[in-house]
């Protein structure tokens, strides 16, 4: 059966240098995708592999 389902979305600002933003701007346009996704998969590519230390007991 069709399920229609909705995204939740949190509107978030953060300061990034120029340079990262306009190297961002290039690849998301390189791609034809929104800054915004390019930005939201990098977080979530990041997160997923991300090394975490462990703590000492």
Not at 1 to 23: A, G, P, Q, S, Y
Not at 39 to 52: P, S
Request: some cysteine; hydrophobic content about 40%; proline content about 0%.
């Amino acid at each position: 059966m069709f399920e229609i389902k909705k995204t939740e979305f949190i509107n978030k600002t953060f300061r990034l240098e120029k340079t990262l933003v306009e190297r961002l701007s290039e690849c998301s346009a390189a791609h034809n995708i929104s800054v915004n996704s390019l930005v939201a998969q990098c977080c979530e590519y990041a997160l997923d592999h991300m090394k975490i230390a462990e703590k000492d007991e």
